[in-house]
């Protein structure tokens, strides 16, 4: 096959591409390589039709003679994905760095901070968000990942401004809400988270934030409504020990006892609702029982007790999928 009759069947084959006839275009791509074998993009597009069809192995090889032909970013990208499918984290990372060395690709350095997470390395991650935030180049899902990390870091001051840009972007899920009121109430805003929830659209979730946070001010009364309204609803485990912590703080011992035995009889290791029976049995003069309670209490795994969104990003949860659609544009000439 002369070169021009090759062109123009490389070209159909292009067609049969977009049209995602994959099979039917792999196969004149393949009857072409003994005729334009010095063609990088014959062998990306080879590449790229193979890793639609999980033919891992075949792909990298030809991903790497484009490469070879010639160093495109696209091309180079487009291995760095393959090695992500094919989890060689290493080797990815190794050449992220050395696709951001010559050229800032949010794509990739997004990806970058995925893969310095999976392996429990938050510092560059943190570093590389940082970076792609000052230059307007992270999407409100990796803002909203950033103000974990910096809560988490309880940096509560940036991880608030973050969490508010990524909630004003339109990431405005309950995580993002919670973190930011999280950390505004380690900052002792309570005013301010007040204000915060009570403009947006009233939940069961928002509204059991709020009790807890007119009990920080010393609103015992407001967060105890808001208690009961919720308990008439849903007399979960979370809210009812809850609400016993409010009636024992507010002396109400032997009320607080009952909601704390309701809790323990749903769940006999649960060491909130265990401390503070204890907790009300000294205060009733019930010594002996007390002991024996917080004894017990001792004995329980503090495990797992932590809010949810404390663990949210080291378990990959925040970041999960992320990678879809990242190798769209950017990685397109």
């Known amino acids: 096959m002369n070169r021009e009759l090759a062109i123009q069947e490389f070209l159909k084959a ?38 639609k069809l999980e033919q891992w192995s075949s792909a990298l090889e030809h991903i790497d003679l484009a490469i070879t032909l010639e160093a495109k970013v696209s091309y180079r990208v487009a291995k760095f994905q393959l090695l992500q499918q094919v989890s060689r984290y290493d080797q990815a990372i190794t050449l992220a760095r050395e696709i951001l060395a010559d050229e800032i690709v949010p794509s990739v350095a997004q990806n970058l901070a995925f893969l310095y997470l999976r392996q429990d390395d938050v510092a560059p991650a943190v570093e590389l968000l940082d970076d792609l935030r000052a230059l307007n180049y992270l999407n409100p899902r990796f803002l909203f990942s950033l103000g974990v990390l910096k809560y988490q870091s309880k940096l509560d001051s940036e991880a608030e401004e973050i969490l508010t840009e990524a909630i004003n972007a339109g990431y405005s899920s309950w995580d993002a809400i919670q973190v930011l009121v999280a950390s505004m109430e380690r900052q002792n805003k309570l005013k301010e988270a007040i204000d915060f929830l009570l403009s947006l659209e009233t939940t069961e979730k928002s509204q059991f934030v709020l009790a807890r946070l007119y009990k920080g ?79 017990q209490g001792e004995k329980i795994s503090r495990g797992g007790n932590l809010p949810d969104f404390d663990n949210m990003l080291l378990n990959l949860d925040v970041l999960e999928g992320t990678s879809e659609g990242l190798f769209g544009k950017d990685s397109e000439e």
Do not use: C, W
């Open 217 to 295: 001010l010393g609103h015992a009364g407001r967060s105890r409504t808001i208690m009961l309204e919720l308990l008439a609803k849903d007399r979960s485990i979370e809210y009812l020990t809850f609400h016993g912590h409010l009636l024992r703080e507010e002396g109400e011992h032997e009320d607080a006892l009952d909601i704390y035995n309701e809790v323990v009889e749903r769940d006999e290791n649960n060491l909130a609702a265990i401390k503070g029976s204890a907790l009300s049995m000294m205060e009733l003069g019930r010594h002996e029982e007390a002991n024996a309670l917080f004894e």
């Open 14 to 51: 292009s067609a049969l591409m977009e049209q995602k006839d994959y099979q039917n275009a792999l196969e004149i791509f393949y009857g072409l390589i003994p005729a334009l074998s010095d063609v990088p993009a014959l062998h990306y597009n080879i590449a790229q039709i193979q890793m």
